[in-house]
């Protein structure tokens, strides 16, 4: 798609030049063609071609301290250890698996007297020490040896899928958490200059009231109005070190309460771009790390049941042993005996009461089940992309608006900002508007939120989050 997008855009650019050609020519035009035209189509069909998901806005490249915080949660973020001390374990589980290839050795050594009673015979007393030496390997067991150390590396393998999955998620959820942090902050800031002017109101309103020139309603009406903003400003102190504490716990790193306090305007064109010209392959979803994970598991149950099968079959293994002790022969007693041994052994577990086939049809389900669940992911995953793909569209079509209106009312604003400078209109008045004019900014930036949280969604659906670089760093 992307091919014939730039092919098809080339060649509008070459046949608009050839056009404008042919038309100087035919006024008789000397001077050449101005190149901008040509300049601008070129430079919009690069950048288009060349915008990647690294270039999208998202809150880390707002706000650098985010990133930071990042980076040590990959090392100090609860979920992020607990899952890489799974890993850990599927690591020392593959090693065990893989020792079954290494030769077993045993040995051991007793210190003791034995008696020898004999019905036609002497009874013989010895006493002394005997000790052995022992070595096996299994030769040939069905495919289980093998079959089991494949398991273990697909255990790791997943282990290392979920621990990228779980940063990526607690990744999401910490922007989310920090981009709330900001749109308290800025509504704090906005509260508690609403309270200055109340503050600052006060001593004339009591000297209205007092002087009759105020009735006790709007008088009252104006006390609970000051009250409001305290009691407001409280609960977006306390909702902010609820957000600070469960950030903290999550991330294993402090935030700073008093951070930023403005959500800056999104360039809305090159998500657009972004969006329309991302092509995806009609299986893109196969590399995804659930669907993997999801293929990985299907395969250990093959590798389960290749085990379970060798269980009822009979299996070869080699084995030599080197043994000393004193045993008694015809010329003397309690001589020094040395036994060697070395060959094939073979074991066969004939009859287990049906516990095989039992193990052979559990495995079957499970990877059955494990077959459909495989269907439904793939259906969720596609309804996924769809679904934030559409989001992120309409949010991006919304923001863009609602930009637009902002951008008019601020300017209404400032107009009487000016006016209340040139003394045209009364502070009163001025300070209503103000309270309608952060009521906007506070939409507008809740508005941008949503936008960065829409294209963090997509990227996270797609598996092309760049925040994964930071995991391990």
């Known amino acids: 798609m992307n091919i014939s997008l730039s092919f098809n855009k080339i060649l509008l650019v070459f046949t608009l030049v050839i056009t404008l050609l042919q038309f100087s020519k035919l006024n008789g035009i000397e001077k050449s063609i101005d190149t901008s035209i040509l300049k601008n189509a070129v430079l919009g069909l690069e950048q288009t071609k060349g915008i990647s998901s690294s270039d999208l806005p998202l809150p880390e490249k707002l706000y650098p301290e985010l990133k930071k915080i990042f980076i040590e949660a990959g090392d ?3 979920e992020v250890i607990k899952n890489k001390i799974l890993q850990e374990i599927a690591e020392e589980n593959l090693k065990v698996a893989k020792s079954q290839f290494y030769p077993r050795l045993s040995t051991g050594v007793s210190f003791g007297a034995s008696s020898t009673f004999r019905a036609e015979g002497e009874t013989t007393n010895n006493f002394g020490s005997s000790g052995s030496l022992g070595m096996s390997r299994p030769l040939y067991h069905w495919g289980a040896v093998h079959a089991n150390i494949d398991s273990g590396k697909l255990n790791y393998k997943i282990s290392s899928r979920i621990i990228e999955q779980s940063f990526l998620g607690i990744i999401q959820d910490f922007r989310e958490d920090y981009l709330e942090l900001i749109i308290n902050n800025i509504e704090l800031r906005n509260i508690k200059l609403d309270e200055g002017i109340l503050r600052d109101d006060f001593d004339l309103k009591k000297s209205e009231f007092e002087s009759g020139r105020l009735s006790g309603e709007d008088y009252l009406s104006f006390q609970i109005s000051l009250e409001e903003s305290f009691l407001k400003i409280e609960r977006l102190l306390f909702k902010n070190k609820n957000i600070a504490r469960a950030f903290e716990y999550a991330s294993g790193v402090k935030i700073n309460l008093a951070g930023p306090a403005q959500i800056s305007p999104i360039d809305l064109n090159i998500i657009k771009q972004w969006v329309e010209t991302k092509d995806l392959s009609e299986y893109w979803y196969s590399n995804t790390r659930k669907i993997l994970n999801q293929q990985d598991k299907i395969t250990r149950e093959d590798k389960n049941f290749i085990m379970a099968r060798a269980q009822q ?3 070869f293994n080699f084995s030599a042993s080197l043994s000393q002790s004193f045993a008694d022969t015809a010329s003397s007693n309690d001589v020094q005996t040395i036994n060697a ?10 009859f287990d ?4 086939k039992a193990r052979k049809r559990t495995v079957l389900a499970r990877k059955r089940l494990l077959e459909q669940s495989m269907n439904d992911l793939e259906f969720n995953i596609l309804e996924e992309e769809s679904s934030t793909r559409r989001e992120l569209l309409l949010d991006s079509d919304s923001l863009r608006l609602s930009e637009k209106l902002f951008s008019l009312q601020k300017k209404q604003f400032d107009r009487l900002v000016e006016d209340q400078k040139r003394g045209t209109i009364a502070l009163s008045e001025l ?14 930036s809740k508005l941008r939120v949503k936008m960065l949280t829409s ?7 797609l598996e092309e989050d760049p925040a994964i670089t930071y995991l391990g760093k």
């Open 455 to 461: 294209i963090a969604n997509y990227l996270t659906v």
């Open 353 to 356: 009461g049906f516990a095989t």
């Open 431 to 444: 300070n209503i508007s103000r309270q309608g004019h952060f009521k906007q900014e506070i939409a507008i």
């Open 341 to 350: 041994f070395a060959g094939v052994g073979v074991g066969w577990n004939i």
């Open 313 to 315: 079959l009979p299996n």
């Open 76 to 78: 100090k973020a609860p």
